[in-house]
């Protein structure tokens, strides 16, 4: 990679997490391209209410010869200064580590956040061969906002306690402390205007000041030094005497949990242990339940329903990580409604849950069969029984938002609440109202997994049974597009007559779930279809581009993106079920797992892109199919995660 070029160095970026949904993130160079980039984000009630405190650590190196600025900054027509020059190596594994070389020196700089804590530290190791006399000034540029808002100076006001060593830094939102070994003087400057270019192209407000409270300063002379800044949300007292031992004790310690997770499986698969290691960092500790959550996607997703039970098979189970699956299990089905769980917890501790989803409910199902399937645990399933039957007994009975059986067996439903969500004010940009495809499909795979449980339990499950049985009858009249041997999109509910014809992805479940209910012959023309007209080498669209509506290239304003995002925006997630829908119908013929893995050949590449070890939310349609959206997703890693085990390692 080219260092120099800051177009080059500012298309791929890193990210590391601290267990809580707190993160530190920012561009290879270090030039922070979006509001949510940022040293330290600090979840403040945990995994959400995430603030961006340290916006970034500008290093400037003096010596007899000059000085060197190592920060990247973009402000108006102009990029100041210009330390990607110096940068001679960036890499990301186990922890982000940067290389520079400025004036006959080497400043190595190494990034963690402490797991379980909101704190970053940023350590430095400096290699001075000709012994020159030298300074090393760092200069932290702070702020207190959240993650999805932008600050003026003349928004907010701070104040600091400065010590010898360390600064608080106070304002009317709470307050956090910057500690080093090194010397700390306080010189209050603002920074005007930073520029984050991404936000400039999503059609977002971009420019914002960010506050330098005074900086660390190093005498360098030795041939060889260290040193270290902490940034920190919590108590002071954790780090009154911490030196340059305890640092490279925590880093140690974050380092191997890191190696533990990426050998967990005891292979020498480099995929297998990227991906292992990038589907921990979704696991987080939700405060208001105590328990575990794992959060949609980073940089700004907190934990959703849906998101959450597609994920958990790949994150936890196949992982081997089944307290977590439990603890993740009971935290939304002890927030389950009238049948529903919740869409999404809320930002604000004080509103309730959201419920407005279909699905999220029979996903939970789905998760708690597939925990089964792996573990065996009866005594927790009959601990969720009773969510699990609520939730059968509301879909068959009827809740809110329109969701109820018919008479036919068959779950119809308001509009947006499928995955296919999106809206743009009062226009609902894929409203599939009625009765939806996968819904079905996952209405029957919830009914089979309802009854296995139940009979495990020694329950009586003939009434699920027998219910299951018209579903699947109904199923096969109904959804079948005879003409072009594959399943309508959705069809209309009571008192309408339509089919949706369009060729989307969300048949593929009726192939992929656990229990399906179609002859081979219709699973084989699904399969075939999507390979033909939706799968990319990095998941399938959303729409065909043969329709009218499709679009190519997700780009422009809200409404624009919006309006691309289930039309023919390509999901990584989807090629899990794609994968699992294609080992079932071409099990027998040969070479049929060699051509699944090839197929994920496109995903491991882009790995190394992008957000560096982990996979974004979506990608564009049409080719080269860029990356957009999110840049590390919970269900883009699990899904990928689950099929890579499941389908092709096997």
């Not at 400025?102 to 402490?114: C, E, R």
């Not at 106070?170 to 005007?192: C, G, K, P, V």
């Not at 990584?572 to 099990?587: D, E, Q």
Request: hydrophobic share 35%; glycine share 8%.
């Amino acid at each position: 990679m080219i260092f120099s070029d800051y177009h080059e160095g500012t298309s791929k970026e890193w990210l590391i997490t601290n267990g809580l949904g707190g993160y530190a993130s920012s561009t290879v160079i270090g030039t922070n391209t979006r509001k949510y980039h940022g040293l330290l984000v600090a979840s403040m009630n945990p995994p959400v209410e995430r603030m961006v405190l340290l916006s970034s650590l500008d290093e400037e190196l003096y010596t007899e010869d000059g000085t060197y600025k190592l920060a990247v900054h973009k402000y108006p027509g102009t990029v100041y200064p210009n330390g990607n020059e110096y940068l001679i190596k960036f890499i990301t594994e186990p922890l982000p580590e940067f290389l520079y070389r400025a004036g006959g020196l080497i400043i190595k700089k190494y990034i963690v956040m402490v797991n379980g804590e909101n704190t970053t530290i940023v350590k430095y190791d400096i290699e001075n061969p000709e012994k020159k006399k030298a300074f090393l000034k760092i200069l932290p540029l702070i702020n207190s906002r959240s993650i999805h808002h932008l600050t003026k100076a003349s928004d907010i006001a701070f104040s600091q306690q400065a010590g010898e060593n360390k600064t608080t830094i106070n304002n009317s939102h709470l307050q956090f402390s910057l500690i080093s070994d090194t010397r700390y003087q306080a010189d209050e400057h603002w920074y005007y205007d930073l520029e984050y270019e991404i936000e400039l192209s999503r059609g977002y407000p971009y420019q914002e000041d960010n506050f330098n409270p005074g900086y660390f300063e190093l005498e360098i002379s030795d041939e060889c030094c260290s040193c270290f800044v902490v940034a920190s949300a919590e108590s002071t007292e954790n780090w009154k005497k911490t030196d340059i031992q305890t640092i490279d004790e925590l880093i140690k310690r974050e380092e191997k949990r890191i190696q533990d997770i990426a050998t967990s499986s005891c292979e020498n698969d480099s995929f297998l242990q990227k991906l292992l290691v990038a589907g921990d960092s979704f696991i987080v500790n939700r405060k208001s339940t105590g328990a575990r959550s794992i959060i949609a996607g980073y940089h700004w997703f907190a934990d959703w329903g849906r998101d959450t039970m597609i994920s958990l098979p790949g994150l936890t189970l196949v992982t081997g990580r089944f307290d977590d699956a439990r603890s993740v299990l009971s935290t939304f089905g002890s927030s389950c409604r009238r049948g529903l769980i919740p869409n999404l917890f809320p930002e604000n501790p004080a509103d309730s849950p959201v419920y407005n989803t279909v699905d999220a409910s029979l996903w939970f199902v789905h998760a708690t069969g597939k925990y089964l399937d792996y573990t065996g645990d009866l005594a927790f399933i009959e601990k969720m029984w009773p969510t699990i039957i609520e939730i059968v007994d509301n879909y068959r009975n009827g809740t809110d938002y329109g969701i109820m059986m018919d008479n036919d067996g068959l779950i119809e439903h308001s509009g947006q609440l499928t995955w296919m969500d999106a809206k743009v004010g009062t226009w609902e940009v894929t409203p599939r109202r009625g009765k939806a495809c996968e819904i079905n499909t996952l209405w029957y795979n919830a009914l089979i997994y309802t009854a296995k449980m139940g009979e495990k339990l020694g329950k009586d499950v003939s009434g699920l049974k027998k219910i299951a049985e018209i579903t699947a009858k109904s199923f096969k009249e109904k959804f079948h597009n005879t003409e072009k041997n594959c399943l309508y999109d959705c069809i209309s509910g009571q008192g309408e007559d339509w089919n949706d014809s369009s060729i989307r992805p969300n048949q593929i479940f009726a192939v992929s779930l656990s229990h399906t209910m179609l002859p081979h012959e219709i699973e084989k023309g699904i399969v075939d279809i999507i390979s033909e007209e939706l799968l990319t080498p990095y998941g399938l669209r959303t729409l065909s581009p043969a329709d009218s509506r499709y679009t190519g290239y997700y780009r422009g304003n809200t409404k624009e993106r919006d309006a691309a995002y289930h039309n023919g925006t390509v999901w990584p997630w989807l090629l899990g079920p794609y994968i699992t829908a294609y080992s079932k119908v071409y099990r027998d013929n040969t070479g049929t797992k060699d051509k699944l893995r090839d197929l994920l050949k496109g995903i491991e590449g882009h790995l190394d892109n992008a957000c560096i070890g982990s996979i974004s939310e979506i990608f564009d349609g049409d080719n080269p199919h860029e990356p957009d959206g999110c840049v590390s997703q919970a269900w883009s890693v699990a899904e990928i995660l689950r099929c890579y085990v499941e389908d092709i390692k096997k």
